[in-house]
DNA sequence: ATGGTAGATATTCTA
């Protein structure tokens, strides 16, 4: 007898600390009715994660990978997950940018990264500036570890943070942001490296939403009126192997996140899925 | 060309 297939809406959201924004969570849950949230920039040591608010919003099963101050990811879910341990020490800097999950999907298992890719800092050059340097080294890393067979057997979810805008549609201006952090051509072109692994990656957000229209997932806080600007950028990404194809039901950008009190300069990204 | 804001932490780093 055939497998009923499973909703799964998946949510990533670059928090900005989560416990600052503990209240936003709670809206993002009753807004969006998501199964699994994937959360990057949590900000907290594992210890000092805040569980009992987090369980309180319906998130039973949550895994974390956190430090202090900085950097930090999370997978908050309604479906039973299994951690995958041994996944590599990225650039060997023993930081906080990546956590995988099995989600327990009867009949239908799905593996879940969660990433949060170094931002790069302001030069765009590896010479001069160490944080562009690791950005790089870390996307090339990922890419080779998924290039050989990390991808391999079955399907598999990338969700995250990946602080590239791969289009040109993906910012507000092509040309003035090639010479930018997030949308030089070493940088989209090394994502689109990663992107070809497995078969090739589908960008969900674009098979709803394709070029030439504008998408964007992050506006800066240093814009004084972020909507009336729009100098916005396609930083959050869920992707999924191309064998989910058939699954992908809707996707959305919760732009209106961004005028929420307190609000993170990311908007919440999410996918619908019949898995 | 510059500086603008936000968060965690400690008076600076990261984004």
Redesign the pocket.
């Known amino acids: 007898m055939a497998r009923r297939p499973k909703r799964l809406r998946l949510v990533t959201w670059n928090i ?2 989560v ?2 924004r503990l209240a936003r969570l709670a809206d993002l849950a009753v807004a969006l009715e998501p199964d699994v949230i994937c959360l990057q920039e949590t ?1 907290v040591t594992d210890a000092e994660f805040p569980l009992r608010e987090v369980r309180a919003t319906g998130y039973r099963h949550i895994a974390i990978r956190g430090e ?4 930090g990811v999370a997978i908050l879910s309604r479906i039973a997950l299994a951690r995958i341990d041994g996944t590599p020490d990225w650039c060997g800097k023993g930081d906080c940018r990546h956590l995988a999950v099995d989600l327990d999907i009867p009949g239908a298992p799905v593996r879940l990264h969660n990433f949060y890719v ?4 302001d030069i765009p050059d590896p010479a001069a500036n160490p ?1 562009f340097r690791h950005k790089l080294d870390f996307v090339a890393e990922v890419t080779t570890w998924f290039g050989n067979g990390a991808a391999s057997g079955g399907r598999q979810i990338i969700a995250g943070d990946l ?1 590239i805008a791969p289009l040109p549609d993906d910012v507000w201006s092509h040309r003035q942001l090639l010479d930018v952090v997030s949308h030089t051509p070493v940088e989209t072109g090394l994502l689109g490296q990663w992107q070809a692994t497995a078969g090739g990656w589908i960008d969900t957000m674009r098979h709803f939403v394709p070029p030439p229209q504008k998408l964007y997932s992050w506006w ?3 814009n ?1 009126d972020w909507r009336l600007s729009d100098r916005g950028r396609r930083l959050d990404h869920i992707w999924v192997t191309p064998d989910m194809a058939g699954t992908l039901k809707a996707g959305q950008i919760m732009k209106d996140a961004r005028d929420w009190p ?1 609000a993170s ?1 990311h908007v919440p990204v999410c996918v619908e899925m019949l898995v």
Do not use: E, F, H, V
């Open positions: 900005n600390s416990r600052l900000k202090r101050g900085y950097n170094p931002a790069g800092g944080k602080n800066s806080y240093r004084r307190l300069d």
